[in-house]
T-cell receptor
Framework: AQSVTQPDIHITVSEGASLELRCNYS??????LFWYVQSPGQGLQLLLK??????LVQGIKGFEAEFKRSQSSFNLRKPSVHWSDAAEYFC???????????????FGKGTKLSVIP | NAGVTQTPKFRILKIGQSMTLQCAQD?????MYWYRQDPGMGLKLIYY???????DKGEVPNGYNVSRSTTEDFPLRLELAAPSQTSVYFC???????????FGQGTRLTVV
């Protein structure tokens, strides 16, 4: 069974500082990889996704993530954090093949980001 | 476009009561999903559907039922509410099995 580990439950950074949120996955093959953001009381918004190809993917709001197969990791980064980035971030994986039910996401437990003005 | 719409946004149930959480999407997506989110946890898949008339269990289906009579709607039924079903429920849809998921705003359910 696939699993996702986000080792940091809560991270606090100063506005303007750089950010890296960690994500490790366990799966037999290369899955599809995603980062979602959830603001308080809101649904989830897709930041970026990796299916194949270039291992450095760009997303919305200035975020990027790098897929490292050797480390089974898909860490999320942003060079300069804004106060509006304060939210909870979820890493997720899907089986990575087409077909019925292939988009069954397995989520990590999330990392809550706080931003100090 | 409205995207994925969930109703109600909040609900309090007494133990043993039943209710249906509604989910509708207007994007003509074939795949629809129900997740629950518990505090400090990621989302867990309850049920999913790959098209009208086809549903299947996810990771945590016990205590829930679903139906998919139309492409647009995917209601989630709780027959005998239990405190363990207190959670935030999210509905999502995708056009195919490997495209972006769109999520609803969630339904916060409390069972007392």
């Amino acid at each position: 069974a696939q699993s996702v580990t986000q080792p940091d439950i809560h991270i606090t950074v100063s506005e303007g500082a750089s950010l890296e949120l960690r994500c490790n996955y366990s799966y037999g093959a290369t899955p599809y990889l995603f980062w979602y953001v959830q603001s308080p009381g809101q649904g989830l918004q897709l930041l970026l996704k990796y299916f194949s190809g270039d291992t450095l993917v760009q997303g919305i709001k200035g975020f990027e993530a790098e897929f490292k197969r050797s480390q089974s990791s898909f860490n999320l980064r942003k060079p300069s954090v804004h106060w509006s980035d304060a939210a909870e971030y979820f890493c997720a994986v899907a089986p990575g093949r087409s077909g019925a039910g292939s988009y069954q996401l397995t989520f990590g437990k999330g990392t809550k980001l706080s931003v100090i003005p | 476009n409205a995207g994925v719409t969930q109703t109600p946004k909040f609900r309090i149930l007494k133990i043993g009561q039943s209710m249906t959480l509604q989910c509708a999407q207007d994007m003509n997506h074939n795949y629809m999903y129900w997740y629950r989110q518990d505090p400090g946890m990621g989302l867990k898949l309850i049920y999913y559907s790959v098209g009208a008339g086809i549903t299947d269990k996810g990771e945590v289906p016990n205590g829930y039922n679903v139906s998919r009579s139309t492409t647009e709607d995917f209601p989630l039924r709780l027959e005998l509410a239990a405190p363990s079903q207190t959670s935030v429920y999210f509905c999502a849809s995708t056009r195919t099995g490997d495209t972006e998921a769109f999520f609803g705003q969630g339904t916060r359910l409390t069972v007392v």
